[in-house]
């Protein structure tokens, strides 16, 4: 899962960020309104965590534009404490959620599980597709009753892999929902976190659709 920051505070942008990272996710932060539009043009990122007051062109017209283009992304605005007016707008323009700062990273990670999982159409916390679950809370990977620990990068792989059970994926777009524009990829990267997740929960647990792309079945 890919996440812009929209944050032009560079301590609570600095702390969201190593939250974010440290639950797996790949991030891409960006400091001005402006950026933030022309970046989500690109329909790159799972979702976006947006400050309103920002330079350039402030948060609830960043939304505005958003939702104009017709992009649906997943949007929770960052609001301060006494901004009840900012939240209704906000959601009024198409937010899916709110913060009100200062918040805890635990909440906005919840949040963000949430608004996740309702824009990939699902009800249910747990991922699964009949053979492998995953629950994006406690990062818990089963094939039946076997548990087993991925690192952080093949938990997020297989996690973009469990939205969308039948769904095939080509590597450039497993690439960008596992890792941020500063991150170096390695041409095999995405080869290589494919095959710990199938020597952890099973060779067959990710197939490989010749000359398209990778997906896990659908039962
Ligand atoms: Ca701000």
């Known amino acids: ?3 812009l920051l929209v944050e032009d505070d560079p301590m609570i942008g600095e702390a969201i960020s190593v939250a974010l990272k440290d639950a797996a996710y790949a991030v891409d932060w960006v400091k001005d309104g402006a950026t933030a539009n022309n970046t989500l043009e690109y329909g790159e990122h ?3 965590l947006l400050d309103l007051g920002l330079p350039k062109r402030d948060g609830l017209e960043v939304l505005r534009r958003l939702r104009q283009a017709g992009n649906s992304v997943p949007v929770i605005v960052i609001t301060a404490r006494d901004g009840v007016e900012d939240r ?3 959601l009024d323009l198409g937010a899916d959620d709110y913060l009100v700062k200062p918040f805890d990273v635990h909440e906005m990670l919840a ?4 608004i996740i999982r309702r824009h990939g159409g699902q009800a249910a916390p747990m991922l699964s597709n009949g ?3 995953l629950d994006p809370a406690t990062r818990e990977v089963r094939r039946g009753n076997v548990a087993e620990r991925l690192s952080a990068r093949e938990f997020a792989l297989l996690h973009a892999l469990l939205l969308q059970p039948g769904r095939i994926f080509t590597r450039t777009e497993l690439e960008e929902r596992i890792y941020g524009w500063n991150e170096e990829v390695e041409s ?3 080869d290589f976190l494919i ?3 199938r020597k ?5 647990t990710i197939k490989n659709v010749r000359g398209a792309g990778w997906m896990v079945e659908k039962s």
């Open 1 to 3: 899962m890919r996440i």
């Open 46 to 48: 799972q979702a976006v």
């Open 88 to 90: 209704i707008k906000g």
């Open 111 to 114: 949040r963000l599980r949430a």
């Open 131 to 133: 053979i492998i679950s």
């Open 188 to 190: 095999n990267a995405v």
């Open 195 to 197: 095959h710990g997740v």
């Open 200 to 204: 952890k929960l099973g060779a067959d």
